[in-house]
């Protein structure tokens, strides 16, 4: 019989086969006032601080040519994670969800409800920095391999190079993979022209 992996009490709060990542992005015009969505956030952000159906949400911004968080474009791209898809459902189908819409226009939603692995270190909510990559998984992959290396990845981030949470989510429907990190500063992926970074304007996590 194999020996399950050891699993420290942070790692354990944000594991489980209900939990839904979820993300959404707006992508703003080139000459967009970027500190409006900073505005924004410095006053709605604490909505959600204690929404009990949320393990959190960061709010991320990027700046279209900006040197820490290099990217193409302006976006607005919160970043969720639910304990279990009634959370998810009824925030989009509730007010929060709807202002956003008369805001920003009509999103499409990504979710990935398969959670490969998800560990936090402390103090997450002090994030500055974020990356996301998104891989389509190839056909046949064997998912078990796939499973355990990701597990390995998720560790060697918070374990040995900073991270401050990290997890990896996959969806079946197109087959696509999900890797995303909390860090305190900026990090050496900046140039990976696959992976997405983020300014990190405020955590809501509610368990904290």
């Not at 007010?95 to 819409?101: A, K, N, W």
Request: charged share 20%; net charge negative.
């Amino acid at each position: 019989m194999s020996q399950q992996p050891t699993i420290n009490r942070s790692e354990q709060l944000l594991r489980g086969v209900t939990m839904q990542a979820m993300q959404y992005s707006f992508t703003l015009p080139a000459d967009y006032d970027m500190s409006i969505i900073s505005r924004r956030v410095n006053d709605k952000g604490s909505a959600l601080d204690n929404h009990a159906p949320l393990i959190f949400k960061a709010y991320l911004s990027a700046r279209r040519n900006s040197t820490e968080t290099p990217s193409h474009e302006n976006l607005y791209a919160p970043f969720y994670l639910w304990h279990d898809n009634d959370g998810m459902t009824d925030f989009l189908t509730g007010p929060g969800f709807e202002g956003l819409v008369n805001a920003f226009g009509w999103p499409a939603v990504n979710t990935w409800p398969g959670m490969i692995a998800c560990k936090s270190g402390s103090g997450f909510k002090e994030a500055r920095f974020a990356s996301r990559e998104v891989l389509h998984i190839p056909p046949f992959t064997t998912m078990e391999n796939l499973r355990a290396e990701e597990r390995r990845l998720v560790e060697k981030a918070t374990d040995t190079q900073g991270a401050l949470l990290a997890l990896t989510a996959f969806e079946p429907s197109h087959w696509t993979l999900v890797r995303f990190r909390l860090w305190p500063e900026d990090t050496t992926l900046t140039n990976d022209p696959n992976i997405q970074l983020y300014d990190v304007l405020h955590v809501s996590h509610p368990a904290g």
